[in-house]
């Protein structure tokens, strides 16, 4: 079994993307032409269940988990028996000319970048499960190489990408001005697979899509691994984190000139949620449900707050403007 830096090396040096043809984008997809998919990844609970979702509930007819690479035989084999995956691949270069997306879906962000860009570079649409990246220079990088070769790519929690939040959005938007938010979610700041970035994004991305990406600065208070964060935006308001120890779930509260609330949405998620239906609809069309811009914007906070968290300190959010 090749490691994850030997697939890394190898993909960078070897692939004749002249070989690829490079009008496998997503927009030439019909929703009659299958849609095969493969993932870069299997160390996480998702891939079983992107494999469950496709191949065995069917929910999107049309479009099959094909393949999949594990960081280990065991990974591999465990998502394939969970989510009814046909085929493991000991390199992930064995699916180049064999898949027309791509979902790459490690636990820890420092090693999605590298993974999908042979891919993306190849014009395999290809959806970055959260968090997108672990360092914004890169991310901006990446983003730029995506437009210029004209390949779909996205990247969003689930929880800022789904039905629930874009309610909240439209509610928040005839509330006047609101004061302050408080949100609350689960962090471990002391996580081996990137501290706040694993799941600070279901905190964060939703935050600033529903109230702006305009976050100046960040702070952290700690107590061991939780804690809670600070974080003043340029238009006054400020937003309280505060990071769950025990409890599972997001919550969202807020204070506006005549009370403090919580803000709960008015509709209910789909089946298949909208997250899903956002990413395949990428697959199909070439259509990219979040800017790029966005998806940076949130990498860029969540850079600043793990900053933060090494001193408890204010650190300033260092934006990443793409071109």
């Not at 496998?24 to 997809?29: C, D, G, H, R």
């Not at 001005?177 to 081996?192: A, F, H, P, Y």
């Not at 990413?279 to 860029?300: A, D, W």
Request: glycine residues 8%.
């Amino acid at each position: 079994m090749k490691s994850r830096r030997t697939f890394i090396k190898t993909v960078g040096s070897g692939v004749a993307f002249s070989a690829i043809a490079p009008a496998i984008l997503a927009n030439s997809f019909s929703n009659e032409k299958q849609i095969r998919i493969g993932i870069i990844g299997a160390e996480n609970s998702h891939t079983a269940g992107y494999g469950k979702m496709f191949n065995i509930d069917k929910k999107f007819p049309g479009a099959e988990v094909r393949y999949v690479w594990g960081e280990t035989d065991e990974f591999a084999k465990k998502a394939m028996e969970k989510g009814g995956i046909p085929n493991q691949v000991k390199d992930p270069r064995e699916m180049m000319g064999k898949i027309d997306a791509l979902i790459v879906d490690h636990r820890h962000p420092k090693y999605h970048l590298e993974a999908a860009t042979p891919f993306v570079k190849a014009g395999i649409p290809t959806f970055v499960d959260k968090p997108f990246c672990y360092r914004a220079a890169e991310g901006k990088e990446f983003l730029e190489m995506a437009q210029k070769v004209g390949t779909p790519v996205s990247s969003y929690s689930s929880i800022a990408q789904s039905n629930a939040t874009f309610d909240m959005k439209d509610q928040v938007k005839a509330m006047g001005e609101i004061i302050q938010v408080v949100r609350t979610g689960t962090v471990d700041l002391n996580s081996k697979y990137g501290g706040v970035f694993f799941y600070g994004v279901h905190i964060v991305q939703p935050l600033l899509y529903i109230f702006g990406e305009d976050v100046e600065n960040v702070k952290i208070c700690r107590n061991g691994k939780y804690g809670n964060a600070s974080l003043r935006f340029s238009s006054g308001l400020f937003a309280t984190l505060i990071f769950k120890e025990k409890a599972y779930g997001w919550e969202t509260f807020i204070e506006t000139k005549k009370d403090f609330v919580e803000l709960k949405p008015r509709v209910k998620e789909t089946n298949p949620a909208k997250n899903y239906v956002d990413m395949v609809e990428m697959f199909r069309t070439g259509k990219e449900p979040r800017s790029h811009q966005s998806i940076l914007n949130c990498v860029s906070v969540l850079e600043a707050l793990e900053k933060s968290a090494e001193t408890e300190k204010w650190v300033d959010v260092l934006y990443q403007k793409l071109d």
